[in-house]
């Protein structure tokens, strides 16, 4: 019978690192969903971008609301502009706020948002909040001393993370009828591909629970949820669950009827 190789060391340990990574990764969207659930936006707003800052190191950060062309700053922590205050979206804060705008890493670049004015950030993240197609701000994270881009696996979590903001942001704000009219019609597009059971765990997607914490709600195993999200992936074109949580937010997927 032929010996199996025994791993290395380094490769034990870059295992357990990768464990640990995706371990942190799965907590982060499982606390964020948690404080969703459980406490009023003026509390989980806040303890979300705490998560975020401390998930990848950063000393500073933001939640900003899109108010009329302006950004409010909803929730900020650290060295940054204060809670409450609206302003004027200009250069990259107004890219950030397009329809099609995609996550933006700065480097060694002038952020808007530390203070004092005018001071240089040496990694700065913008996250565009969308629900339904309509931008309704930015999460932003930025550090003065320089740290490490975020892995992609990372960066994909935080993006997670930003269309679950975006979720809690959007229930208390009204969008535009045609906005809603469009979403809506491709919400009910989208759930005539999938069975009722796999529109039951579509719509827990977004708040970040575990294939465990579904089969809790729904009462069913984990590895039927398992099978379920990989139906989803796959019956809707995309990569990976991550994708699916934010296109599910961008539709307003379950909170207009079509579930």
């Given at each position: 019978?032929?010996?199996t190789p025994h791993p290395t060391a380094h490769a034990l340990r870059n295992h357990y690192r990768d464990q640990q990574a995706n371990t942190a990764r799965l907590r982060l969207l499982s606390d964020a969903g948690q404080v969703l659930t459980?406490?009023?936006n003026s509390a989980a707003i806040p303890a979300i971008l705490g998560y975020a800052l401390e998930f990848c190191a950063f000393e500073s950060g933001t939640v900003m609301v899109a108010d009329n062309g302006a950004l409010r700053v909803e929730a900020s922590r650290g060295d940054v502009l204060p809670g409450g205050l609206r302003f004027s979206a200009q250069g990259t804060l107004a890219a950030a706020l397009k329809s099609d705008a995609n996550l933006m890493v700065r480097q060694n670049s002038v952020s808007r948002m530390l203070l004092p004015a005018g001071a240089m950030a040496s990694l700065e993240l913008l996250l565009p909040l969308r629900a339904a197609g309509n931008p309704v701000?930015?999460?932003q994270l930025v550090n003065r001393k320089p740290i490490p881009v975020p892995v992609e696996a990372d960066l994909q979590a935080l993006s997670t993370l930003a269309s679950m903001l975006a979720l809690a942001l959007s229930s208390a704000q009204s969008l535009p009828a045609s906005?809603?009219?469009a979403s809506?019609?491709?919400?009910?597009a989208l759930s005539q591909q999938l069975t009722p059971r796999e529109r039951e765990v579509l719509v827990l997607l977004p708040h970040g629970l575990t294939n465990a914490d579904i089969g809790l709600r729904?009462?069913?195993a984990t590895g039927t949820v398992k099978v379920h999200v990989e139906r989803i992936i796959h019956k809707l074109g995309?990569?990976?669950r991550t994708q699916v949580a934010a296109r599910v937010v961008e539709l307003g997927f379950g909170n207009s009827g079509a579930t």
């Open positions: 019978m032929p010996n459980t406490s009023p701000g930015i999460l906005n809603l009219q809506s019609k491709q919400s009910k729904l009462g069913i995309l990569n990976d």
